[in-house]
């Protein structure tokens, strides 16, 4: 209702100023219809006529190019007018205060009021904060030293942020400053990511190729007249090496995947034919470990919107794993099931062992980069640490779920839902 009140009053006030620009022109008229009057003795209706007409044209908005020009600014006045300060602030969607040359806080939007508890209009932005950047920066404004600067700044309570600050003054001699902080958090938190990840994978691939290098010096020197010895330390060099190119086919898995983020669409995979290629794939795998593989698959068509290579390593990652980790169990079972009714349609494949299964605690982070619920045991059964978040990483893009379930000594079971359209 303010609102309205307030437009109310800008075109009143844009009218009266239309009359008075063109107030020399209205007179002019008005003494040129009197002098008519007076010598041809027209009728009294006839000079109200002409006298409202004359009103009218001054009113006109497609007037004479001056009147557009003067429109202009009028509206202008009126926009100005209604774009105040405080809608302003509220627009920019990051925390922002206004400040005068004291410190003490103005205006502050309702991102500030959420990011920062506490602060209100009349407060101190020195007392608020108290970070010795955020004291350079309030410092170097006010002073006039600089128009604006920029610093980083990280806010502790209640949760870790960090923000990159501008300060600057508004406009000239307002007496005015504002302070605009851009969440940085998350782009920290991809950078921290980034480094871990990096770290992690040199260090895999720097653990073969130290063992490779100081095999090789073994070779040279003492073991060098040892057939025997040397046969067996060139048996653990070729295995490193191999795990070192499983580790760079993983990498390379997983920058693909990065790289396109978006799935073809419009192409169909038959689950009974990749799922029945995966298990014959692995079948050398399953007999090396003494693992039977059992086929519990429902009739009819099981196709699902997909990529097949994608989905192929899918559910050889997941059946590697139950042959690998479950072998104790002897047998897995790999099921291909129609989804619930009262579920999102689509078809569900479980691959199940009944190895030593994953403590609770672990399944929450099982499929992150690296990690292992044993170093050791997925070393020695050839592991790379990233199998699983390659599953992740391909499901999701499938708008599949992964849903694992575990109970110690009992086995494992992963299951993949896949939407059917
Ligand atoms: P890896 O290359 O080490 O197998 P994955 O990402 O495939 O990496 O798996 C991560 C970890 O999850 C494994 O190291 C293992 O500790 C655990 N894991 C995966 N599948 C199973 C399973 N079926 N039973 C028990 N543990 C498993």
Redesign the pocket.
Known sequence: MADRGADDRGVAQAIATRLWNSRWLLAASLVAVLAVYALAGISAYVLLLALAMLLAAALLPAGATRQTGENGAAIEAIGLQRLSGEYLAAAVADPLIIFDRTATIVHANAAAFAAFGGIAPGMSLSLKFRAPEMQALLDGVLSGDVASDVVDYTEKLPVERAYRVSASSVGHGTDLYVLVFKDQSEARRIDRMRADFIANASHELRTPLASISGFIETLRGPARNDPAARDQFLQIMQSQTGRMARLID?LLSLSRLEMKPYLKPGTEVDLRQTVDSVIDSLGPLARENGVVIERDFAEGPLDVPGDRDELFQVFE??L???C???QSGGRVVVTIARGDADSEPGIDVTIR?F????PEE?IPR??ERF?????E??RT???????????KHILTRHNARLSIK?EVGK??A?QVHLPTH
Do not use: W
């Open positions: 993983d990652n997941l590697e794993n139950a690998k980790y479950g062992d190895g030593p299964g994953i672990h099982i499929t990690y292992r619920i044993d170093v045991t997925s059964q050839k592991g790379t640490g990233l199998g699983l978040s390659i599953v575990s086995g494992a992963f």
